[in-house]
């Protein structure tokens, strides 16, 4: 007897391992197989040795390739920077009107102006720019301050009330807290206001009319319907900057608000703020 154990039935050598009388043969592995196993031993060391592979202790080794995703990724990057400069330079150069006026530019301006304007201002005026309590709605074509391209774009470099020299600024008295008004004429001058919005001719059989044109017309208008130079609103439209509704202008007239927004001149590059002025402009509302 060898000290082989041969199968009866197929003749080929068994492992010796028998469980329950079921052997298990010893079949060499199919040539092909084997063949595929040695390439791809040989395939990863060949690719240990030419790309980035092995951890070490601060660093990692890098390959005769010297290939690196992030090299990648910044050439490709400085590819594009590159065929954008063309249009950089030419935004850089336009006036906002001609940037309107051209096809090119009016498209790279919208698309820039749209992500520029998600990083930076979507915190306050929302995704859509549709504004919440104290943050104006950018769609509509109600203005505080302007809606023309010139006049957003002023809006958007200097700010308002922000700590910019040039920014815009202009602060409603706090009649209340002041001691301007009494409570029963804040009372009655709110009426008064929120009735201009109303039906016609209401609102000028009021008390409160009399208190309006005293104290509010400088800055508000003799009709009520406001004035961009000063930032004040028009408070005939039905359109609020801060709610509406009697308890939040008795509120307001009693202690004033100031809006804030920051100015962008320092802290965005000047094709940036073109760009945003432009979005802003087509958002629907602009004038
Ligand atoms: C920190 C909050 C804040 C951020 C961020 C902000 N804004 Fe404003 N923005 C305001 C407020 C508040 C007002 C209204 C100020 C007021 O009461 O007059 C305003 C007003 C405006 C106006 C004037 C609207 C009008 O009716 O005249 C424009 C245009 C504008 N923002 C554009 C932008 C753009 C573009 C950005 C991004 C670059 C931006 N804002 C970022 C708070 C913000
Ligand atoms: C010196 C200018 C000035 C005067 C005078 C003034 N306002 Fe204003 N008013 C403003 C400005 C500016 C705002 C916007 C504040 C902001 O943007 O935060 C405003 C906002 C308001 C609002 C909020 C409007 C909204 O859309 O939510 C009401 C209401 C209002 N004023 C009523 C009055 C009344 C009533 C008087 C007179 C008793 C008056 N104001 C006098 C400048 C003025």
């Known amino acids: 007897m060898t000290d082989k154990n041969i199968d009866d039935v197929s003749g080929v050598e068994t492992t010796?391992?028998?469980?329950?009388?079921?052997?298990?043969?010893?079949?060499?592995?199919?040539?092909?197989?084997?063949?595929?196993?040695?390439?791809?031993?040989?395939?990863?060391?060949?690719?240990?040795?030419?790309?980035p592979a092995w951890p070490l202790v601060s660093d990692y080794t890098r390959?005769?390739?010297?290939?690196?995703?992030?090299?990648?990724?910044?050439?490709?990057?400085?590819?594009?920077?590159?065929?954008?400069?063309?249009?950089?330079?030419?935004?850089?150069?336009?006036?906002?009107?001609?940037?309107?006026s051209d096809p090119e530019l009016l498209e790279y301006a919208l698309a820039g102006g749209r992500s520029a304007f998600s990083v930076n201002c979507s915190q306050c005026h929302g995704s859509g720019a549709s504004g919440s309590d104290g943050y104006p709605n950018l769609n509509d074509d109600d203005w505080l301050w302007g809606g023309t391209l010139e006049a957003i774009h002023?809006?958007?470099?200097?700010?308002?009330?922000?700590?910019?020299?040039?920014?815009?600024?202009?602060?409603?008295?706090a009649f209340?807290?002041?001691?301007?008004?009494?409570?029963?004429?804040?009372?009655?001058?709110?009426?008064?206001?929120?009735?201009l919005s109303g039906a016609d001719g209401v609102a000028d059989s009021l008390p409160g009319k009399a208190i309006f044109v005293?104290?509010?017309?400088?800055?508000?208008?003799?009709?009520?319907?406001g004035n961009q130079e000063l930032g004040a609103p028009n408070?005939?439209?039905?359109?609020?900057?801060?709610?509406?509704?009697?308890?939040?202008?008795?509120?307001?007239?009693?202690?004033?608000?100031?809006?804030?927004?920051?100015d962008w001149a320092d802290r965005l590059d000047q094709v940036t703020v073109k760009q945003l002025a432009v979005y802003v402009h087509s958002l629907g509302g602009g004038e």
Do not use: F
């Open 16 to 51: 010796g391992h028998e469980w329950d009388g079921i052997t298990e043969l010893d079949n060499p592995m199919p040539r092909w197989w084997l063949w595929s196993y040695y390439i791809s031993v040989i395939w990863a060391i060949g690719c240990w040795i030419a790309m």
């Open 214 to 225: 005293e104290n509010c017309v400088d800055c508000h208008g003799p009709k009520g319907i």
């Open 176 to 195: 209340g807290t002041d001691e301007i008004l009494n409570p029963q004429q804040v009372d009655a001058v709110s009426d008064y206001i929120l009735a």
């Open 235 to 262: 408070l005939r439209d039905h359109i609020w900057l801060y709610q509406g509704g009697k308890a939040m202008t008795v509120d307001i007239i009693t202690n004033s608000r100031a809006g804030m927004m920051p």
């Open 63 to 100: 390959g005769l390739l010297g290939y690196s995703q992030r090299a990648q990724l910044s050439d490709e990057i400085a590819a594009v920077k590159a065929g954008q400069a063309d249009l950089v330079a030419r935004t850089a150069k336009a006036s906002l009107a001609e940037i309107k």
């Open 154 to 173: 002023t809006t958007i470099q200097y700010g308002i009330r922000s700590d910019h020299d040039d920014s815009r600024t202009n602060d409603m008295p």
